[in-house]
């Protein structure tokens, strides 16, 4: 009997025995296309990713090589460094990485990796005059050249020039800053296509970062994704939080870039909870965002939500098939941040957030349980969740290659 044919009660009696339970079935084959047919079906006919999806090293492995190791991966605000100096370090898909500003005050990327044998240089965020390795002192300019290797006057053809640190490509849009592994890419400006212009009355430039809040959580980066773009769940996860405002449900945003997105119509900020009053809107907004809140993913794993009054993001750092960083960040308007109010009126909008994203973290480590069961069998997608089938087709045509 294999494991996929294990009855409850034979998991239940291995649990009982002391023994290991067992684990979900995942096939040798895991990239043939074949397996992923059902998905590719139009949404209403479609059946879901099949579970090995999310729990799988094999698949998370080729989703840091074929999609994170490739593409434009948000990392924050560049006003979190805004002096020469500043830097922060982190881990993005397994390479440690450090953003720093330079002397010139231009926002650089490196790998975070010691270029004398292999050690983590930086760790945390604060600021610096240079790099310093913690290990033998080799020590690397603002630019990333290696300045000092103490002891290595003997080294044969040692050549400090040819040992600077590996630099990371960086890119920003007004503001929000990009990285990409991959030198080959296409631009970010190409990546976004029009979402820049689209969403351009926002004026986000002259926004301000005012909280960064993190969270580890044990599920898959595509189960954190899947849940912010659908809204079927919203009576259910947050019927006492954001199921209280009132909206229209739009179908899916056209995106020229790789993004997608919800719009959906209502009165009053959606960074609010139903019944609180906050700060004035953004007095540049046109059009349909006068009206609404649009929430666009720029794939693969970052979301904005943009509403009257801010925006604030979901950044998703991937740490293998069953745990993710999620970072959320929020912006207000300069003259907002600047109000006498700003820090009173603020508090409303934390407990928003601080109520309703640890509902979408729970029901999420909930569904990872879910899916690591040996027992889990693709399911159906409702009318309400265009864009989770948007998103796992678009990770297949990655993964596994475009559809035939
Ligand atoms: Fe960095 Fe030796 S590993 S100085």
Redesign the pocket.
């Known amino acids: 009997m294999n494991q996929a044919q294990l009855r409850p009660e034979a998991v239940a009696a291995t649990r009982q025995a002391g023994l290991s339970p067992p684990l979900p079935q995942i096939p040798a084959d895991i990239f043939d296309p074949a397996h992923y047919a059902p998905v590719r079906r139009s949404l209403l006919e479609a059946e879901t990713l099949p579970a090995w999806c999310y729990i799988s090293e094999a698949f998370y492995r080729r989703e840091v090589e074929q999609i994170f190791l490739k593409v434009w991966n948000f990392v924050g605000r560049a006003d979190r460094i805004p002096s020469p100096g500043d830097y922060v370090a982190f881990d993005f898909v397994g390479v440690p990485v450090v953003l720093l500003r330079d002397k010139q005050g231009e926002v650089r990327a490196f790998v975070n990796t010691?270029r004398?044998?292999?050690?983590q240089?930086m760790s945390g965020e604060g600021n610096c005059a240079a790099l310093r390795?913690p290990?033998?002192?080799?020590t690397y300019g603002l630019d990333g050249r290696l300045r000092g290797a103490p002891g290595m006057e003997d080294t044969v053809g040692f050549d400090k020039s040819d040992y600077a640190l590996q630099p990371i490509r960086i890119d920003s849009w007004d503001g929000f800053l990009f990285i990409n592994f991959d030198p080959d890419s296409i631009g970010l400006r190409e990546y976004l296509g029009d979402l820049p212009e689209r969403f351009a009355c926002y004026n986000f430039a002259d926004m301000v970062c005012v909280r960064r809040k993190e969270y580890d959580l044990a599920c898959n980066w595509k189960v954190y994704v899947e849940n912010a773009m659908e809204s079927y769940h919203v009576p259910t996860v947050h019927g006492l939080t954001l199921q209280k405002q009132k909206r229209d449900i739009n179908p899916p945003i056209a995106a020229n870039g790789e993004y997608c997105g919800l719009y959906t119509r209502h009165i009053g900020s959606r960074a609010l909870l139903a019944g609180d009053t906050g700060f004035p809107y953004i007095p540049t907004l046109t059009g349909e965002a006068t009206e609404g809140t649009f929430y666009p993913l720029i794939f693969p794993s970052t979301m904005f939500a943009l509403t009257y009054d801010c925006m604030w993001w979901l950044e998703i750092h991937p740490r293998g098939p069953s745990h993710m960083k999620l970072i959320v960040g929020s912006c207000f308007p300069r003259s907002t941040v600047e109000r006498g109010d700003f820090d009173e009126v603020l508090a409303k909008y934390v407990r928003r957030w601080d109520q309703s994203i640890p509902e979408d973290n729970d029901i999420s480590e909930r569904q990872q349980l879910g899916l690591a069961s040996p027992f889990t069998a693709p399911g159906r997608f409702s009318a309400l969740e265009p864009l989770v089938h948007v998103i796992d087709n678009w990770v297949l045509d990655r993964v596994i290659g475009p559809a035939r």
């Open positions: 010691c004398h044998r292999g050690t240089i390795c290990y033998h002192s080799w």
